[in-house]
């Protein structure tokens, strides 16, 4: 059975940091895309930042791009968000999700996901 577990989350104040993990039970984890998606109050969930199987290759939402950080332990079955810079827009659950295949941007094209964690941001 696939789980996803997040962690990591909390509150900071604008211009902190954290670093989000996200566990994953998956046989061949090395074959699987991931991606962090978020989802404000109010809002639909929107992607984030994805990164390929291998980990060579990762991708980031405009809004983040050059703040963000996306990687990936395949010994260790585990993805990482490292967010910095924070601000209170960037203030969401936080989801990672699990795909077997390329990278996706779409919500509906993976498979698994985690619970989320809650990253808030102050001014």
């Known amino acids: 059975q696939v789980q996803l577990v997040e962690s990591g989350g909390g509150s900071v104040q604008a211009g902190g940091s954290l670093r989000l993990s996200c566990a994953a039970s998956i046989r061949a984890f090395s074959t699987y895309a991931m991606v962090w998606f978020r989802q404000a109050p109010g809002k639909e969930r929107e992607f984030v930042a994805r990164?390929?199987?291998?980990?060579?290759?990762?991708y980031y939402t405009d809004s983040v791009e050059g703040r963000f950080t996306i990687s990936r332990d395949n010994g260790r079955n585990t993805v990482y968000l490292q967010l910095n810079s924070l601000r209170p827009e960037d203030t969401a659950v936080y989801y990672c999700?699990?795909?077997?295949?390329?990278?996706?941007?779409?919500?509906?094209?993976?498979?698994?996901w985690g619970q989320g964690t809650q990253v808030t941001v102050s001014s």
């Open positions: 990164i390929s199987s291998s980990g060579a290759r990762t």
């Open positions: 999700a699990a795909r077997s295949g390329p990278s996706s941007t779409r919500v509906d094209e993976y498979d698994y």
